[in-house]
C-alpha cells in the first residue's frame, strides 16, 4: 500500500499544478465524507451503548428483581 500511495506521490508531482489542486480537493473531500460515516457510526453505537446500559439498569433495580423472582416464584408453585 505504501509503494501504491509514493507512487501516486511521484505521478502527482509530474502533473500541472492546477490538476493537484483538484486531486487534493477530491482526496479532502473523500476523506470528509469517510470522516463523517465513522462519526456517524460512533453515535449510532454510543446511542445503542447508552439504551442497552439503561435497559441493564432497570432490570438490576431492587423492585424489578423482587418483581421477577415473585413472578418465577409463582410460575413454579413456590
Do not use: C, F, Y
Not at 6 to 28: H, I, K, M, N, T
Not at 46 to 57: C, D, I, N, P, Y
Amino acid at each position: 500500500m505504501l509503494n501504491r500511495l509514493r507512487g501516486r506521490r511521484r505521478r502527482s508531482l509530474d502533473q500541472p499544478p492546477a490538476d493537484r489542486v483538484e486531486g487534493l480537493e477530491r482526496r479532502v473531500a473523500d476523506l470528509e465524507r469517510m470522516l463523517e460515516a465513522l462519526q456517524d457510526a460512533v453515535h449510532r453505537e454510543w446511542v445503542r451503548h447508552e439504551a442497552k446500559t439503561a435497559q441493564l439498569e432497570r432490570k438490576t433495580q431492587a423492585s424489578e428483581i423482587a418483581r421477577a423472582l415473585n413472578e418465577d416464584a409463582r410460575r413454579r408453585g413456590i
